[in-house]
């Protein structure tokens, strides 16, 4: 029977990986996979992580299962960081932990689907796993446009598509530092967000996948806050692979508000259950790690100051690429304003080609680049590229 499946093509950023390790060019320049590079190009272990590491291999005791649920001193200790200390939304927030924040929103959309949802807005263009998650589970995604045409959100595009909605749907959201195209709703539009979401009863799922790598810890959470300060139900999606440098040991986790602490209970018991069924019990190693990192006042503080070195580097970098101006026919002087490790070139995919064939730079087709990986010894060589084949 196994033949009657179709050959499926590579993921194409899985697919760039091989071609860059491949190319012997030593100048070559690697835009595509979306990890955190430093200035040498490497994607190293938290200093902050390495340390708790150290104290979970001392203290650890036993590695019996912990539920579907996962490690629940993770997901609490997260909650101030993401919500806020003091928030009234504490008593009708329930968490479970998720193997990163692709497990979190497999299983918000699929609790969505659950409760009767059966459309899904996502502003496009989106990390493009959020529609093959939505493809492989039967939900219908409706698209609208989330960048305008001057390089800001499409508030005109989002109010129009969440008053066509009403209860039964809801709208995918990212909190912050949009991915692929590095643009952000200000404060001032997710008010006007939460606002709309409140009048239409349609369900908010944000996905908070970048948290501390925009503006700020605080700064970056203001959507999530906004939003849930205004509806009764919401689902949040929240991952530490790259604010903690985890990406290969999945760790995230998913917090659903319901309209009172009753709701949020059943919300949690079907969430429970649909992760039983999907994955049973999440990896605990990371989540273990970061529990530590948070409870440990020392350890905190170093976390933050390295994720605070992470973001003033790729604003260093997104700095130089607007003093650059434009190269070619692409503007860069938009991506300063931008947030987070990624951003939309306007190039073709010839273009994209002649950048990797004839330059050495490798980005995805679409002409998302990594900004991270740019240093101020290589943007040079990327503007002059550029310029050279637009």
């Given at each position: 029977m196994l033949d009657r499946l179709n050959q499926q093509p590579p993921d194409a950023l899985l697919a760039l990986i091989a071609l860059h390790n491949a190319d012997p060019r030593s100048d070559k320049i690697d835009l595509g996979v979306g990890v955190y590079r430093t200035a040498d190009g490497a994607t190293p272990v938290f200093a902050s992580v390495k340390v708790a590491e150290g104290k979970l291999l001392e203290t650890q005791g036993s590695k019996a299962y912990l539920g579907p649920e996962g490690d629940m001193g993770f997901v609490k200790a997260l909650m101030p960081h993401?919500?806020?200390?003091?928030?009234p939304v504490h008593a009708r927030l329930g968490g479970m932990q998720t193997p990163g924040g692709t497990g979190a929103v497999r299983l918000a959309?699929?609790?969505a689907m659950r409760a009767g949802v059966t459309h899904l807005a996502v502003g496009t263009p989106t990390w493009p796993n959020h529609n093959q998650i939505c493809a492989d589970l039967g939900l219908d995604v409706v698209g609208f446009a989330h960048a305008a045409p001057d390089g800001t959100a499409n508030m005109a595009a989002l109010t129009l598509a969440l008053r066509s909605m009403g209860k039964g749907d809801a709208v995918l959201l990212h909190g912050a530092c949009h991915n692929p195209t590095g643009i952000d709703y200000t404060a001032h539009q997710w008010d006007h967000i939460a606002d709309l979401l409140a009048e239409t009863g349609v369900l908010p799922i944000l996905d908070l996948a970048y948290h501390g790598l925009g503006d700020g810890m605080e700064q970056d959470a203001y959507g999530v806050r906004a939003v849930l300060a205004k509806v009764p139900e919401a689902l949040i999606c929240y991952s530490c692979d790259k604010n903690f440098g985890y990406y290969r040991d999945r760790v995230g986790a998913l917090y659903a508000l319901g309209a009172s602490a009753d709701d949020t209970h059943k919300i949690m018991t079907n969430a429970y259950a649909l992760a039983r069924a999907n994955w049973s019990m999440p990896p605990d190693h990371g989540?273990?790690?970061?529990?530590?990192?948070l409870e440990d006042e020392a350890l905190t503080t170093s976390w933050l100051d390295e994720l605070a070195g992470m973001r003033a580097r790729i604003g260093e970098v997104r700095a130089r690429l607007a003093e650059a101006g434009t190269a070619g026919t692409v503007d860069?002087?938009?991506?300063g304003e931008q947030k987070?490790?990624?951003?939309?070139?306007?190039?073709?995919?010839?273009?994209?080609?002649?950048?990797?064939?004839?330059?050495?730079?490798?980005?995805?087709?679409?002409g998302r680049i990594n900004v991270a990986g740019l240093t101020l010894g290589n943007i040079d060589k990327f503007v002059a590229a550029l310029a050279a084949v637009s």
């Open positions: 993401i919500f806020g200390a003091a928030s959309a699929a609790l989540a273990a790690v970061v529990r530590l990192i860069l002087t938009l991506l987070g490790m990624f951003a939309m070139l306007p190039l073709s995919k010839e273009q994209v080609i002649a950048l990797r064939e004839d330059h050495g730079v490798y980005m995805a087709g679409n």
